[in-house]
Nanobody
Framework: QVQLVESGGGLVQAEGSLRLSCAASGRAFSRSPMGWFRQAPGKEREFVAAISWSGVNTDYADSVKGRFTISRDNAKNTVYLQMNSLKPEDTAVYYC?????????????????????WGQGTQVTVST
């Protein structure tokens, strides 16, 4: 089991940037695919981005492609989400998620069911 703690959320103006961090504890992190999801008020939680344990494969929701970048530092047990050109519709609680250790270095799932560990979430608010 991996424990996850997100940080870096806050209030930012449209077109601004934020970088979210997710610190993980547990030896499985370096072999775990990681993902970011978000949930806006009144909406279901949705996929944002995912990265394989090796870092060689990433996947993004169409709504954030070209603006957000997911990365990881296995030596620091941390995954990041760099968010640029933020829009008001990006306002949501952002959650970090970890999947079980995988043998596949390219595995970067986008299904919620593929992730077994979740952080508590961090609020991102984008103002006009």
């Amino acid at each position: 089991q991996v424990q996850l703690v997100e940080s870096g959320g806050g209030l930012v103006q449209a077109e601004g940037s934020l970088r979210l961090s997710c610190a993980a504890s547990g030896r499985a992190f370096s072999r775990s695919p990681m993902g970011w999801f978000r949930q806006a008020p009144g909406k279901e939680r949705e996929f944002v981005a995912a990265i394989s344990w090796s870092g060689v494969n990433t996947d993004y929701a169409d709504s954030v492609k070209g603006r957000f970048t997911i990365s990881r530092d296995n030596a620091k047990n941390t995954v990041y989400l760099q968010m640029n050109s933020l829009k008001p519709e990006d306002t949501a609680v952002y959650y970090c998620a970890a999947g079980p250790a995988s043998d596949y270095s390219y595995y970067a799932p986008r299904r919620e069911g593929a992730f077994g560990s979740w952080g508590q979430g961090t609020q991102v608010t984008v103002s006009t």
